[in-house]
């Protein structure tokens, strides 16, 4: 990486060491050798003072000490420095377990201690991810996508603007009075001292974005996502000029210094620009072989490959660096412990995995690992994952991608232990939004939902998870048209509720079109469906009589109900899921291409004019449509399981037709 200072710079070359040019009347470029086996991970350049990371975990710095800038703490045994950051008199460190601390700004000057150096505790479950220190003033980023400033605040540099629903700061630069943050939809924003114009961030053309920031004295820097930098504020010393590139060259990283700039370029050169007092931006090629490089800390050189071991209770990670390939396995313990596998992984590798890549089995890439509340639900995080999680359902989405691809061949139907195998590798998600089934004193259950619903903003579409596991929503679809009784081969359903490990409550669930389908499998006793089938809703849910009470196995049969009558889950003793099939109120409003998405995974959507009591009589008191012949349907249904699965010894038409579908050509094999 390059790094500028008041007078000085400091770059990070591919073998491992550092090189420093410019004024160094205090040390400050005197670079430290390293021991042999040891590289520097990270530098950065203060005012007068340099800071190092090393690939052990140890930071070094050198330099103007007299604000105690340069005296790092000592480690506890187990624990490493991640990240390092240098400023005027102070200097900011962060460690593997997600804390900082700040040391310097010790004067005889009042005013040189404004606070910069008093990083506060944090809550439980976060963790600091990126840290940088200005001229008096500490910008730091946590784990939960928020950022916030401490220390001097004359030009209002530390007044963090709060964020939009959904938006996140990914990266945050602090400059002598001025601050500037990166945000997660690509675009910037820069507070404080604006005398300049150094807080005037351009704006971006349509489909452009920015990936990386730098706040100098009194101007700033910015990549933008086709590579290009652009500076804005002082320009003296034409540090704001920034040279145009060759055909094919990008910029890949920038440091704003006091009146200089440093860039770094794709092919491993790094230029500098502005003031050229003490030779700073006199920046010698690396010789063949060799190439500067960003830091091995901050995630732009280091990967995650998360690869799948075949078992249900243990994930292997392997992650690949600059400096050799290290492996993880990690046995079940639950979903709650993501917190602690991401920081066991930080502490040791050394690195700050706040910032890494995951590459997945699929190939896809998972931005960057979700620290806060591991396991809250997919609606309440906006389909954040914890890795845990991730790793999961890619298992059980492999499993199902097994099943469909042998079922196919083998034309033989999908059963109900094939539907078990799949739910026991899922990892379900907290569900804090069903307050209606929560059991009392619950403030979440283990749930989710897979296929069409209408989002908190009234958007209708199918669901994160259908999207990212098909596989899965087609075993569950294709089990379900494999046994569908003869009387209702045409029953319809756009959306799967999957339920892990809780009686649900007393309910009525509202917003359904229609009849739904029930079925519950596991290890486990109890657990039966109680509906009140003559429910009109004109009693409360505690003033049903226990007469008018239905009580049915799900876990030996099929049963249809009315989920828009009150219904709830009896107490039951060891492992439980419930597949709950349904028409969601609102699909008649989703648009064809989501309704297309829709039956490509399995899903049997209703036709326009088809009635709600198609196939289930409306409770006592419901008005009957016009011409309906109440008598020969019932409020309940009910089929026994195992005799439906015998008379489908074979892969139903619908089912084999599902699966050949091109779009399920596109789904990846787990390997």
Not at 129 to 143: F, K, P, Y
Not at 226 to 241: H, I, L, M, S, T
């Amino acid at each position: 990486m390059v790094s500028a200072g008041n007078d000085h710079t400091v770059l990070l070359r591919s073998d491992g060491s550092a090189v420093a040019i410019g004024d160094s009347r205090d040390g400050q470029c005197n670079i430290p050798a390293l021991d042999e086996g040891l590289a520097y991970t990270q530098v950065s350049a203060g005012s007068f003072h340099t800071v190092l990371l090393r690939s052990d975990g140890s930071a070094v710095a050198i330099g103007d000490s007299r604000g105690g800038q340069c005296d790092i703490p000592p480690l506890d045994e187990g624990m490493a420095y991640t990240h390092v950051s240098a400023g005027n008199i102070h200097t900011v460190l962060l460690r593997s377990d997600g804390s900082a601390v700040a040391i310097g700004a010790k004067s005889r000057y009042r005013w040189d201690n404004a606070g910069q150096c008093n990083i506060p505790p944090l809550d439980e479950g976060i963790a600091y991810t990126q840290i940088s220190a200005g001229n008096d003033h500490t910008v730091l980023l946590r784990s939960d996508g928020s950022a916030f400033a401490i220390g001097g605040n004359n030009a209002e540099q530390c007044n963090i603007p709060p964020l939009d629903e959904g938006l996140a700061y990914t990266e945050i630069s602090a400059g002598a009075t001025h601050t500037v943050l990166l945000r997660s939809d690509g675009s910037a924003v820069a507070i404080g001292d604006n005398e300049c114009g150094q807080c005037d961030i351009p704006p971006l053309d349509e489909g452009m974005v920015y990936t990386q920031i730098s706040a100098g004295r009194k101007h700033t820097v910015l990549i933008r996502s086709d590579g290009c930098a652009v500076a804005v504020g002082d320009n003296p010393y034409e540090q704001c000029n920034i040279p145009p590139l060759n055909e094919g060259m990008t910029y890949t990283q920038v440091a704003a210094g006091a009146y200089h700039t440093v860039l770094l370029r794709s092919d491993g050169c790094a230029v500098a620009i502005g003031d050229i007092n003490f030779e700073k931006c006199n920046i010698v090629p690396p010789e063949p072989g060799i190439r500067y490089i960003s830091d091995r800390t901050h995630g732009r050189d280091l990967a995650l490959q998360l690869e799948l071991v075949g078992e249900d209770d243990a994930i292997t990670l392997t992650c690949s660096t600059l400096v050799g390939e290290e492996r993880f396995r990690l046995t079940a313990q639950g979903i709650d412990s993501a917190w602690e596998t991401h920081k066991r992984i930080a502490r040791d590798l050394n690195v700050n995995l706040a910032n890494l890549q995951l590459i997945l089995p699929d190939g896809q890439l998972l931005a960057k690992v979700c620290h806060a509340n591991p396991g809250v639900s997919v609606a309440k995080a906006s389909w954040n994952e914890t890795m845990w999680q991730r790793a999961h359902r890619l298992l059980s989405n492999r499993y199902a991608q097994e099943m469909l691809d042998q079922a196919n061949k083998s034309k033989k139907a999908i059963s109900q232990q094939q539907v078990l195998k799949v739910l026991k590798a899922w990892a379900f998600g907290r569900n804090f939004g069903r307050l209606n089934v929560m059991p009392d004193g619950k403030d979440w259950v283990w749930s989710d939902t897979l296929g069409l619903l209408r989002d908190r903003v009234g958007d209708i579409h199918v669901t994160g998870p259908a999207k990212r596991y098909p596989a899965v929503v087609q075993v569950l679809n294709g089990w379900l048209h494999g046994i569908l009784p003869a009387e209702v081969k045409d029953f319809p359903w756009t959306s799967i509720n999957l339920n892990c490990n809780y009686a649900a409550k007393r309910h009525r669930d509202q917003n359904n079109f229609g009849a739904s389908l029930i079925a519950a499998t596991g290890d486990f006793t109890g657990g039966g469906l109680a509906v009140w089938p003559e429910d009109n809703k004109s009693n409360g849910l505690t003033q049903l009589p226990s007469a008018k009470q239905v009580e049915l196995d799900i876990q030996e049969n099929l049963v249809m109900f009315n989920g828009n009558s009150a219904h709830e889950v009896k107490s039951f003793k060891g492992e439980r899921f419930s597949i709950v099939f349904f028409t969601v109120g609102c699909h008649a409003k989703a648009e064809s291409k989501v309704k297309a998405e829709l039956t490509d995974l399995g899903f049997q959507v209703p036709v326009s004019h088809e009635k709600p009591d198609k196939f289930l009589r409306a409770p006592a008191g419901y008005p009957a449509p016009k011409g309906a012949d109440k008598s020969s349907k019932k409020t309940l249904r009910s089929w026994n399981i195992k005799g439906l699965e015998k008379k489908a010894k074979t892969f139903s038409s619908k089912a084999l037709k599902m699966v050949m579908k091109p779009a399920l050509k596109k789904v990846l094999k787990q390997k």
